[in-house]
């Protein structure tokens, strides 16, 4: 199968070209209306926004068929309106007209120029396919209804379009019939058959109920069928992304634990430091202390006599709290130290069992 869109996209960049060049108000000539070459596209003198009136003069079309018609602007309050039902608008955009009843003359390929049979809500086609519309079909540029049974004798259309690819062009075939839905027009009996199921033999792609003709000559499955992942792509996405979630995670948390050891060693070491210059200046200030009260003491005993008690106390609560003192910094990372200095050596020891 071709790329379709970049057809159609190819296709409707060329028909950007072929329109006519006489502006509004020149003359034209409706015998050069015609269809062109390969895409079938309407064509006249006048430019994209005009038609060749009756009078041999170019004027503002008065009505479109597209939902986009080409050459207005976007926001160009010029866009003519579509026709109310019941009624078309021609190729041309001349105005809306009734109706074209059973048998009588339309444009190539516009079945909605025709007249519904009674019994359009069986015959149409509601598949997507534009097999026709509202029942009816316009084949050799006459109206008719898509009503023809199994069987029976049915007309077909082909037309060779050009369509254009990468590098070249190719000619793609589009075979009409007025078969009824689930039937095709054998093009050689010229009778209507059943649609052939997947993997039956065909020939073409209007032989399939799938509308997809492999070119291994077998029915595949529509072509605009999306496609259906086995159940373990499902798994493996998942897995993939908690797997993505949960190893982002893991691999964070120890990343912020080396993180975490490294700083608390570090506080550790910092609070060490502190108690060791901590103690050096007790150290200093009671080796001050001592030899200051050694002199006085001297200086009391040259004069009377007198016992001082404070000196026992001092020493003895400094090596106490100092031992106490490391012991609380080395279970705890220190952040809650307060100043050993001030406590007594009985409660310094409920402090270190704080943990
Ligand atoms: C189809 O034809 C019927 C009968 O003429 C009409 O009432 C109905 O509006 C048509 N539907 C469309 C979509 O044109
Ligand atoms: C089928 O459509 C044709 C016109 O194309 C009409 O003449 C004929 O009566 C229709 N047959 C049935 C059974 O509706
Ligand atoms: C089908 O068309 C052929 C001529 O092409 C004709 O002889 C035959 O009677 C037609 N059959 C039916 C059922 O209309």
Request: aromatic share 8%; hydrophobic share 30%; glycine share 8%.
């Amino acid at each position: 199968m071709h790329p379709l869109p970049l057809t159609l996209l190819l296709l409707s960049s060329l028909a950007a070209v072929n329109a006519g060049s006489t502006a509004r108000g020149g003359q034209c000539n409706q015998g050069n209306n015609r269809l062109q070459t390969g895409t079938y596209q309407f064509w006249s003198e006048c430019t994209a926004t005009n038609f060749c009136s009756d009078a041999g003069v170019c004027e503002a079309k008065t009505c479109r068929k597209d939902d986009f018609p080409f050459g207005y602007a976007q926001d160009s309050h010029e866009i003519p309106d579509k026709c109310p039902r019941g009624e078309f608008c021609p190729d041309e955009g001349s105005g809306c007209q009734a109706l074209i009843e059973v048998g009588n003359p339309c444009q190539m390929d516009r079945d909605d120029q025709c007249q519904a049979p009674p019994n359009f809500r069986e015959l149409t086609d509601d598949t997507g396919r534009g097999r026709n519309f509202n029942g009816s079909v316009c084949l050799n540029n006459v109206c008719m209804w898509a009503n023809a049974t199994l069987q029976n004798n049915c007309t077909v259309e082909n037309t060779a379009y050009i369509a254009y690819e990468v590098g070249g062009e190719f000619i793609n075939i589009v075979s009409r019939d007025n078969c009824a839905l689930g039937l095709y027009c054998d093009s050689s009996q010229r009778v209507c058959l059943n649609e052939k199921a997947l993997n039956e033999a065909c020939t073409a792609d209007k032989e399939c109920q799938s509308w997809n003709c492999l070119e291994t000559g077998v029915c595949g499955k529509p072509s605009a069928e999306p496609h259906h992942f086995g159940i373990y792509v499902y798994i493996l996405v998942a897995l993939g992304i908690f797997g993505g979630m949960f190893g982002t995670l893991i691999s964070l948390f120890f990343m912020h634990r080396k993180q975490r050891d490294a700083d608390r060693e570090k506080r550790l070491q910092y609070w060490k430091e502190q108690n060791a210059f901590h103690q050096n200046l007790k150290n200093m200030r009671e080796t001050a202390r001592m030899s200051i009260l050694s002199l006085q003491d001297r200086s009391a005993r040259s004069t009377m006599y007198s016992r001082n008690d404070d000196t026992q106390p001092i020493m003895q609560s400094v090596g106490t709290k100092s031992s106490g003192l490391r012991n609380y910094m080395v279970r705890d990372d220190g952040s809650d130290y307060d100043d050993g200095v001030m406590m007594q050596p009985t409660k310094r020891t409920q402090d270190g069992n704080r943990f």
